[in-house]
């Protein structure tokens, strides 16, 4: 069986997204891969050619989007589509999608959103809680009842 750190990582540079190049490089435990893939991000982002791990990571919390490295200004740091992207691990809920999980009981929506921290607002003023917590949430309010 082939494992990751058998492949050369400059075989699949080219198919990684700068977001996929960041967790790669954070969880890079290879040497190797961690020279490589911080010299393709600091050129993929557009910083000096000797750019270390410590002023990659400032760039990437400071102006990117953690999830996809396009440019963001919102905080936390995750773009509107990634966190519209249902398949995203960053992906955000109203309260108005949490009702219809909930399947209009009213006990379950209010333990679920009673116990959730507010993540931001939308534009037109939704609340917005994370998608992985919601469920978790949910998980536990339907095995108690």
Request: aromatic fraction near 8%; charged fraction near 30%.
């Amino acid at each position: 069986m082939v494992q990751l750190r058998d492949i050369p990582v400059h075989v699949l540079l080219p198919y990684l997204s700068i977001g996929d190049l960041y967790r790669l490089r954070a969880t890079a435990s290879h040497d190797d891969w961690d020279v490589v893939t911080t010299r393709a991000l600091s050129a993929r982002i557009g910083l000096a050619r000797g750019a270390d791990a410590t002023r990659i990571s400032a760039h990437m919390w400071k102006r990117r989007c953690r999830e996809c490295g396009t440019f963001c200004s919102a905080v936390p740091r995750f773009c509107t589509s990634c966190t519209s992207d249902p398949r995203s691990r960053v992906a955000l809920m109203t309260r108005a999608e949490i009702r219809i999980l909930c399947k209009d009981r009213r006990q379950c929506y209010r333990a679920v959103v009673g116990e959730l921290a507010r993540v931001r607002r939308s534009r037109v003023g939704a609340f917005l809680y994370w998608r992985d917590d919601v469920f978790a949430r949910l998980c536990t309010t339907r095995g108690a009842a």
